[in-house]
């Protein structure tokens, strides 16, 4: 029964650690970043030249934003024939928390898995 509170943990801290933007991060973000993923996800997708036109940048200024936008995890490269495209990538809406009563029952299959023999 151990190995099933282990998948349990795991699948929590696994929930904790996830890639992905959301509204509160967007607001969060400096102007100018925050700009090129709302551009983003209005076009629901776009190619480093469509940024920088949409925003007045330099391609080479909006590849740096873009890279660490990349990095953060907010934004994704896909390639769509041959181009490199940058869409948003948003995270996935938090599970309802797992309620007490979860833990007790668990708690029960435990102690009656003890006290059968083997």
Do not use: C, H
Not at 75 to 81: A, P
């Amino acid at each position: 029964m151990a190995g099933l509170f282990n998948r349990l943990q795991d699948e929590l801290d696994s929930r904790e650690q996830q890639d992905g933007i959301s509204p509160i991060d967007l607001l969060d973000l400096p102007p100018a970043l925050a700009t090129i993923i709302k551009q983003i996800v209005r076009k629901n997708g776009m190619k480093l030249a469509d940024i920088a036109k949409a925003l007045n940048q330099s391609p080479e200024k909006a590849q740096k934003a873009l890279d660490e936008l990349v990095d953060k995890g907010y934004v994704r490269r896909v390639e769509v024939k041959e181009d490199i495209w940058y869409k948003a990538f948003f995270r996935r809406k938090a599970d309802k928390p797992i309620g007490s009563g979860v833990w007790a029952a668990l708690d029960g299959l435990v102690e009656e898995d003890d006290e059968k023999p083997n």
